[in-house]
């Protein structure tokens, strides 16, 4: 077999889909990657986040399809990078709303709006726009089953529940936000019902998605698996060309 020299080799950026369960540090090793690879970074579920503040600030009738496809155009997500913090930040129709939606009547509502057919149709077809040009990781629950499913490389996350509601209270305390661990259990296993049960796309493993349990790994340990695997992959696209 003939082994081209490594600077022979075209290496093609790829697409890297993390999808899993709430909490269990998918936009933690996302971000880590994206910036580790100089990739872009896609966080879906601030979209979704977003579509749901809109809806309870202007009161849409979740129910009411014809008012959901209304409210949806009048709706524009974009992220921006804080050279403070070195963060994307969420915008909707230009306003930053990255600390609202992390906020816990957000996280309350939010899986409901999310499996609303025409709000998923919506976020689906720019979540494909946004990674065209490859070079992405993107995380959320139906990236590599419905968004991407040809991503070259699809990481499965998963972790013990009790560990998973720590880790958000942390998340949670660290932004001065106090909830108690039974309310944030409660709300894990609600969105985690309605994220794998609801119709449109749910929240499936890809068959050909790697599995990660992260409760007893740190972040830096779960970054440098999923980069030595997106290496790995790219020098076997560029072996193959
Ligand atoms: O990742 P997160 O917890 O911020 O996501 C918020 C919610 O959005 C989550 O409960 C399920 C939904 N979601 C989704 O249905 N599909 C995605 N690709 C991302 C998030």
Known sequence: MFYPEEEDMAVQKIIIAIDGYSSCGKSTTAKHVAANLGYGYIDT???YRAVTLYFLEHSITFTNPKEVEKALQNIVISFHHNSKTNENETFL???NVEKEIRKMYISDQVSEVSAIAEVRHDMVAQQQKMGKRKGIVMDGRDI????????????FMTADLNLRAYRRQQELLAKKQMVNLEEIINNLLHRD???TTRKESPLVQAEDSFLIDTSYMTVDEQVEMVVNL???RMLSNAVLD
């Open 45 to 47: 579920g601030a979209m």
């Open 93 to 95: 129709n230009g306003v």
């Open 144 to 155: 590599g089953t419905r968004v991407f499913p040809e991503a070259e490389l699809k990481i």
């Open 193 to 195: 019902h309605i994220d």
């Open 230 to 232: 997106a290496q790995t």
